[in-house]
């Protein structure tokens, strides 16, 4: 058991009952249990022959007054310093930066608060694959065939644009609906121009 925190002070003699408040900053133990102890190092004369410790209640609160900061570590490797911190908030959320493909991060939080920063477990997770390419099967006697990986909890639909890949000369052209978890083939209309772009939107 190791001393943490010490508050002295000269209480009233016995009898006055008069409350006596103390207060005290715990927070770099959060999360530890902590004990509480009462000790007098004098007595009155009043007390010859004869000890009394009298302390009929004791009443915690737990009160804070400042907004906590958080601060967001993330990188990929579990050993996280702070030359992974991305960022700071104040709120509970956080946008992230242009994570990579198929990239294991690991991340924790950290909270301040009057000058204690406490820690989370530290977590992780996986990205995917930002762009599902588009593989070409061949000609069919509908049109182009197309083919592409999917997932189950997503849905999916084709989209085309010309040749001059306007940002917003995207359109749809065949919706596919849900993924069945594997290869899927789309067969697209032979386009009218000579040349067009085709890209599969994914959702959610």
Not at 69 to 97: K, R
């Amino acid at each position: 058991m190791a001393l943490l925190e010490d508050a002295y002070g000269t209480e009233p003699q016995f009898q006055q009952r008069t409350f006596v408040s103390r207060s005290t900053n715990l927070l770099a133990y959060a999360g530890q249990s902590l004990q509480l102890v009462f000790q007098a190092n004098s007595y009155s004369s009043s007390a010859y022959l004869g000890w009394f410790a009298d302390i009929d209640g004791v009443s915690f609160s737990c009160q804070h007054f400042s907004t906590p900061e958080f601060q967001v570590l993330l990188g990929n490797t579990s050993s996280l310093s702070a030359t992974n911190q991305i960022g700071s908030t104040t709120d509970l959320t956080l946008s992230m930066p242009l994570l990579g493909t198929n990239q294991t991060y690991y991340w924790k939080v950290g909270a301040v608060r009057d000058g204690v920063t406490n820690f989370s477990t530290r977590f992780q997770f996986k990205t995917g694959q930002r762009m599902i390419p588009l593989a070409y099967k061949g000609f069919s006697a509908n049109g182009i065939v197309l083919q592409f990986s999917s997932k189950t909890n997503r849905s999916y639909t084709i989209e085309q644009t010309d040749g001059s890949l306007s940002p917003t000369g995207w359109y749809d052209i065949l919706p596919i609906g849900p993924g069945t978890g594997g290869l899927m083939e789309a067969e697209i209309p032979l386009p009218s121009i000579d040349q067009v772009y085709w890209r599969l939107r994914v959702s959610p």
